[in-house]
């Protein structure tokens, strides 16, 4: 497995830790994303204006918000995936 999630305890606020296997897809695509926002600021603006609409409107419901986010998720995926052909991208080390 090279992906693993770690909950917080129950009444706690939530904390989302993901821990996946060094030079793994699961550990590079997440990276990706990340440089890719970082170098377009307005990809990132847009991202997060997504991230609040579907928030707003499944606020209890995190499949559906998850779900509402996803095509905008793949599309970033893709331009970044261009991008990293583009620049020569390689993954960097994690902010962790």
């Known amino acids: 497995m090279t992906k693993r999630y770690f909950r917080e305890a129950p009444g706690s606020r ?4 993901h821990v996946r296997e060094l030079g793994s897809f699961s550990q590079q695509l997440p990276l990706l994303f990340r440089d890719y926002l ?3 600021p307005d ?7 997504v991230k609040r609409r579907c928030a707003r409107q499944f606020r209890d419901d995190r499949q559906r918000y998850v779900s509402a986010k996803e095509p905008f998720v793949w599309d970033i995926v ?3 995936d261009t991008w990293a052909q583009r620049v020569g991208w390689r993954p960097g080390p994690s902010d962790a």
């Open 14 to 17: 939530r904390t989302h830790v």
């Open 38 to 40: 970082r170098a377009h």
């Open 43 to 49: 990809a990132a603006t847009e991202f997060a204006e």
């Open 78 to 80: 893709r331009r970044a």
